[in-house]
């Protein structure tokens, strides 16, 4: 495990192969080569680091819907509209643990009070995988908003790939 909040990158591509296999667009080629990546990806750097990844990205995603409108419409406002429609949302995944639903909204607060989401969970040791299973739910959910603000569906996705491609970061 990294220290201070630093993921490794391979866990945070592997985090978002985790967003490519639970969205339905994605074709099933795509989708398996996604979840082999995960896989590599977790006997390379281990589940938890890939945990923390799938935290970081939350992290980014709930900063960047916080602060800029994706589609150009009004930004979000974290405690009133943000944060409660993604809680609302996750038991239409019938694996999220509703046990784990206070450590998520931990998450999404601590993105939205600007603090480093990874390091602040890290407080709290190790990430089950039922939590992070559910942290997952999120980034998909936070994913799906951000697709259905900007009024297009995958462009998250796009953005996401175009970021790792510029990181030099390979499809597989």
Do not use: C
Not at 97 to 119: F, K, Y
């Amino acid at each position: 495990m990294s220290s201070d909040g630093v993921v490794v990158d391979e866990a945070v591509r592997a985090a978002w192969d985790t967003y490519r296999v639970l969205e339905k667009r994605t074709p099933a080629e795509e989708r398996q080569q996604a979840q082999q990546r995960v896989e590599d990806a977790m006997d390379s750097v281990g589940r938890e680091e890939v945990s923390r990844g799938t935290v970081f990205l939350v992290g980014v995603l709930t900063g960047y819907l916080i602060a800029e409108a994706p589609g150009g419409g009004e930004r979000l406002d974290p405690l009133n509209d943000l944060i409660p429609a993604v809680i609302r949302r996750l038991p239409s995944f019938e694996m999220a643990d509703p046990e784990q639903v206070p450590m998520v909204t931990g998450v999404l607060m601590a993105a939205a009070m600007g603090m480093d989401t990874v390091a602040w969970r890290d407080r709290f040791g190790t990430i089950p995988p039922q939590e992070a299973m559910v942290h997952g739910f999120v980034l998909w959910l936070l994913a799906d908003l951000f697709d259905s603000l900007a009024d297009k569906p995958g462009t998250i996705d796009e953005l996401m790939r175009e970021t790792f491609e510029s990181m030099g970061a390979s499809e597989g």
